[in-house]
């Protein structure tokens, strides 16, 4: 990463994601995690394990675990995750470090199921926000990396076989019950932060066949104001070649879709899809013009 792209824009950006994002989590170990005994998995977990025997500030446990990985995993990372990964692990301490002189008690009735609901949404969302764009917490990564590299164990099966062992460990400190409620803080966690990555703006992918393609395609196209795409298809029994339609639609609209079709033909074969991040004209950050597709009719008659 040259000295330009560290001052761009979108690099800014990613920095403050990433530290708004280390905040958050830093916040949620020190008031959730720590308070109401639920463990981690990866080398947070291995932090909240020492201060639990050894009373060793997580803070400073994150930089000892995660300094050395990063130098010897600097070959494994692309030169932006080397950079992002050192802003995250240093991140994460400093707010563990600062989360830490703040003077705040959060009252649940000592109720550890909502402890480990909330706890898993903020943290899930503050991770969310590091790994949106492409920064993590810690070492974990590294690891899985090289194991992959010289042991041809996939990355995905190593850090699930290494927050399993951690967790296992975590029973050194935290009873049974303590560890079934980790459990529903991280299945939380994760798919807040599979819901951050994919994007707020999920959607259903509708695929259409039917003999009255060419009569349903325009009706969607001006009553749901939606692009629909043609494609060609072929029928392994048949043999025959016809256009298939393919449409994405917000969850809301998937009925009158359905409505629309069946109007023309009622047999009509229609396949609906999650679709888990939709971005351009309609969706994400693009809003669609009102009447858009009536008004590029009108100019083009």
Known sequence: MILKDIFSLKTIK??????????????????????????????????????SLFGINPAIT????????????RKHLGVRS??????????????????QKVPIAIDLNHDILIA???GGLIAG???GLVYKVGGTTGGSDIIARILEKYW????????????????????????????MYTLIYAYVFSKVIDSIIDGGYSAKGMYILSNQNFEIAPVLMSELERGVTYLDGEGAYSRQTKKMIYIVLTPREVPEAKRIVHEFDPSAFISIINVHEALGEGFGYLRP???????RKKQRS
């Open 14 to 51: 990613d920095f403050i994601f990433i530290l708004l994002g280390t905040a958050i989590f830093g916040f949620t170990v020190i008031f959730f995690n720590i308070p109401n005994d639920l463990a981690e998995g990866g080398i947070t977990g291995i932090t909240l394990i020492g201060r």
């Open 62 to 73: 994150t930089l000892l675990l995660n300094v050395p990985l990063i130098i010897i995993g």
């Open 82 to 99: 080397f950079y992002y990964t050192i802003l995250g692990t240093f991140g994460l301490s400093f707010w563990l470090a600062f989360w």
């Open 116 to 118: 480990s609901l909330l």
């Open 125 to 127: 969302f503050g991770v």
């Open 152 to 179: 041809g164990i996939s990355v995905g099966r190593s850090l699930l076989i290494f927050d399993v062992i951690v967790l296992t460990a975590s029973l050194t400190y935290i009873s049974l019950v303590q560890m």
């Open 289 to 295: 013009q009102k009447n858009l597709f009536k008004q």
